[in-house]
DNA sequence: AATTTCTTGACGAGAGTTGGACACCAGCAG
DNA sequence: CTGCTGGTGTCCAACTCTCGTCAAGAAATT
């Protein structure tokens, strides 16, 4: 505990390899090969490091971790280390700040997320779509990664490149990620109503449940009634809540006309003033006759987000 | 930026690729086709870019992105370079919103917080940080809403503009906001470990906690220890965790010689491959003895999210 | 005695290089 | 509308270089 002991402290290799994160075998191939640091040694030979040559290591690591090569930076001076990473880490710290960082990003986790489910590893999957709600916004990961993913998945599935099994499993990862986004919004308490579900004969969720969740964290209070429910239900849901918009997913079957018979029951079923939209491909299908009843048909999500906030602008431009 | 510095250090493509966000191929064919730049070989023949070739490759990829295309302009000098850009971005952000839009609704969501903290509104303050968190991504709400939020308040405090009660209003609301999003992140089971805290005499609490939930979001298992802890009882914290990482907020009171000698203790009592990190003002006024005892100093967050992922890269890059 | 460290030498995955081919898009001519 | 052509980004194959890792046997440390 004296000073001069404590200047003269020496450290075994095992310590310099945890604290810089370097292997025993990368801190000797550096110093031969070099010559980065030159350790005393002990009387059987070992490397005894002193602080110095730590805190050089320490900033090669990280030079390194940067992006260099050790060749091109083995001999620049502790100076000259310093400055080389600053400017790189700043770089770094600023470039994941930029538009076309993030839109990078979300490219990332996308491929994995897609990976995941050709190795159907579905605690993966989740844990990769749970990071990308949190990394991006939630916005941002459903728009670019959840969706993309989805439609993937399909494009795969039906030219048979991936099995059921597949399409299945991220079906379910895909909905868990959902429900815990969704009980993770906070919705005000006087926010308007909106019923969100998918007509008699469509039997697919996962649309609606996205369309669900974005709904929420456009401050909404969603009443969820599920898929495949006839215009009744939809009707009773929508007197009960109070609801000012009912959103439809219309994805499959397309070009069935019972589908459009569910929508203008709907129509008539429920007070004029409730705006009903609509989205998916068998709505884009039937878009015109869609429009004659007087719903809307949305073609993205964004859209759906700028109808939202024109009818209810939050306090929160934008 | 004085150019006897600046020449030292060159650039190997991997680094010249990832800023300025070109592929290596294209900076080879344009090296090949259009003679842009003419950088330097290593020994072994690879190549090597200066600051200068860095500065003029990063104008022209703006220029691209601003959809001038590459033959056009692969002549120009730096100064028509430069005018060309700010010719082309003026005009897009009068057309668009994309990054500027990005960053202006982080700006409004601070205005609105400030508001709600000077109308000692706590209800709507604690709705604004929770909306900022899920409009915009957690991290850009910590780093660009609630840091901000928590200095302003801090300056306006100490210039006797607001109350302590509005000070303590807003301590309670983000303390809680921090609370939902650090139990809405998702740690995977083999995470390692940080212990996250204030040493003794430091009796503030918000950063510990911001820097607690910035590591749990960068999927590290947190045990957070809380505020003006001696230093016996952070190093047993450590050895029952089986922590890899110690940090440490000093924010008050700065140039306490305390401080030191509890920092030195907690140095001495972990085992030395544990790396001890400390930030804050205090950390940044003992910036150099802070190093002399082999701890890191680090500046903002985002410096300790780039340590972070260095020390533990998870399979998402970035 | 068990574990760690040392040295030397070699191996191989990954990154970088070159030359060339290819796909895509625009505009323009037939 | 079709086909051609020049401009561009991307990809491929084969090769080289770089650098982390491993193996094996000896020595040192615990």
Known sequence: MSPAQATAALHPVRVVAQRTGLSPDVLRAWEKRYSVVQPLRSDGGQRLYTDADLERLSLLARAIAGGRSIGQISDLSL???????TADETERANSSRTAQGRQLRASCFLSLAMKAVTDLDMFELEEVLRRATMHLSTVV???????PLLHEV????????ITPAHEHLGSVAVRRVLAWMQSSA????NAPVAVVGTPADQRHELGAKIVATTTSYESWKVVYVGSDLPAEAIAVATKQSGARLIAL????PTGCPHMLEQLKAIRDLVPPEVLIVTGGKAAQTQRDAIATYGMRVIANLPEYRILLRSLHPSPIGL
């Open 249 to 252: 997913s219309l994805i499959y």
């Open 154 to 161: 399909g494009v795969k599935w039906a030219a048979g490149e």
């Open 141 to 147: 990961a459903i728009d670019e990664v959840i969706v």
């Open 79 to 85: 100076r000259e280390l310093e400055n080389l990473i």
């Open 186 to 189: 906070v919705v005000p308490p």
